[in-house]
């Protein structure tokens, strides 16, 4: 059993225990509050386990959120594993339109340009779809 399914299946068996989220907005604070663990940990240069730890809190509450929601976790991982493979291959195709190999040496701001031209194009795509 790979550590998310574990993970997943102690989830589940806490929720079948009694211990779960009582609604949406409990799940959005424990979030909000692990993110500002982690932001803290960074900007005290906190040990990396320490920082690893934080990180797996978010994971956790994230995975609490599709649970609680009544979604598969690894379909909703293979779900956004799909979406942001297209959407990196089409950042790649628009950087190679600009003439550009790479996005290395690049501002952030760019490539966030680069990102939402992107989402815009599979949106494009998804409203001529329907």
């Not at 009694?18 to 932001?39: A, C, H, K, L, S």
């Not at 976790?73 to 003439?99: A, I, P, Y």
């Not at 550009?100 to 494009?124: D, H, I, T, V």
Request: with cysteine; hydrophobic share 35%.
């Amino acid at each position: 059993m790979t550590p998310l399914q574990k993970l997943i299946t102690e989830e589940r068996k806490a929720r079948i225990l009694g211990f779960d989220w009582p609604n949406y907005e409990m799940i959005f604070e424990q979030m909000i509050d692990e993110i500002r663990e982690v932001r803290e940990d960074i900007d005290n240069n906190a040990p990396p386990h320490k920082l690893q730890e934080e990180i797996g809190d978010v994971l956790h509450v994230a995975i609490s959120l599709c649970v609680y929601a009544g979604f598969d976790v690894e379909e909703t991982f293979g779900l956004v594993n799909n979406k942001f493979s297209k959407r990196m291959s089409r950042v790649e195709e628009l950087t190679k339109q600009r003439g550009l190999p790479n996005l290395k040496g690049q501002s952030m701001e760019f490539m966030l340009e680069l990102w939402r031209e992107a989402k815009k194009m599979e949106n494009k795509n998804e409203n001529n779809n329907i």
